[in-house]
């Protein structure tokens, strides 16, 4: 078995992203790496290129500057290191995503047990999403709790966001993957980066968007979408941790929730309820 790992990156030190970290965490079952690298105006490069191993595959992409349409530049990009994997498993990871070090040997034969099952064309994460600080994680539905990130490199896939894949069985229509659960998460970070670091991201990134960010000022959210973390954080993430993210956040109980936040709380009502999971899904889970 060959398991290629990919990613996309760009001025990732200069916005504070943990992207060192990231690809140090996977490389371990990983047998190549390959990271498109945008052309930025930071170290990004550089610092990616000193890394300790020879399973990177680096290489130097242009952006679509005129791409504005809901983020498709970070698809494009995407798929740049996805078409340069040569593993049966392509295994996706984003700048600011890390995997505990206790959870390799998981990944790993997770991959092993379902490399011969053709139905199985992707392999699904948990997700702890950290919000404000690295001692809060967000539970509400508006976060999505599981994704896909391992997709069998043998079949016919694009990607029409950053976040999800199509498969194409047909020429002209797509479908979400069937996938299998690997029973490990994956540790999110891109929002307990510094104030600084995230003000900085949003007001580079909102033109891919087709509209500006507002200023961002401070992590701000409905205090019943967050819950304390109680676990352990990656050992490999644990200076950016204490260097580069918030030290501490605390909800602010006065908060007044927008629409969209209050349509969570009564989906966590209903899945309290019924015993439900109501979070956006990318795949489709096989029995």
Request: charged content about 25%; hydrophobic content about 40%; aromatic content about 14%.
């Amino acid at each position: 078995m060959k398991v290629s790992g990919f990613t996309f990156i760009r001025n990732g030190s200069l916005l504070g992203y943990p992207y060192l970290e990231s690809i140090r965490s996977v490389l371990p079952i990983c047998d190549e790496f390959v990271v498109a690298v945008g052309e930025g105006d930071d170290d990004t490069f550089e610092r990616i290129q000193a890394i300790d191993t020879d399973k990177l595959v680096v290489m130097r992409t242009r952006w679509n500057e005129k791409m504005a349409d809901r983020g498709f530049v970070y698809a494009q990009q995407k798929m740049i290191a996805q078409y340069n994997c040569t593993g049966d498993w392509a295994f996706y990871f984003e700048g600011d995503e890390v995997l505990h070090e206790n959870d390799l040997p998981t990944v790993r034969a997770a991959m092993e047990r379902h490399l011969d099952d053709q139905r199985v064309e992707a392999l699904v994460f948990d997700y702890f999403h950290f919000f404000g600080s690295p001692q809060w994680r967000a539970v509400s539905p508006g976060w999505y709790r599981r994704a896909p990130r391992i997709l069998r490199n043998t079949i016919r896939s694009w990607a029409p966001d950053g976040l999800f894949w199509m498969v194409m069985d047909k020429n002209k229509r797509g479908r979400y993957p069937n996938a299998a659960l690997t029973g490990a998460p994956i540790y999110h970070y891109g929002h307990v980066r510094s104030v600084a670091a995230m003000r900085e991201k949003n007001q580079r990134v909102g033109k891919y968007w087709g509209h500006d960010h507002p200023l961002f000022n401070g992590y701000q959210i409905d205090p019943r979408a967050i819950e304390p973390f109680l676990g352990s954080h990656p050992a490999v993430v644990s200076n950016w941790l204490a260097t580069a993210a918030e030290a501490s956040f605390a909800p602010d109980a006065a908060y007044q929730p927008t629409s969209r936040e209050l349509k969570h709380r009564r989906l966590m009502a209903l899945e309290k309820m019924f015993g439900l999971e109501l979070s956006h899904k990318h795949y489709r889970l096989l029995r």
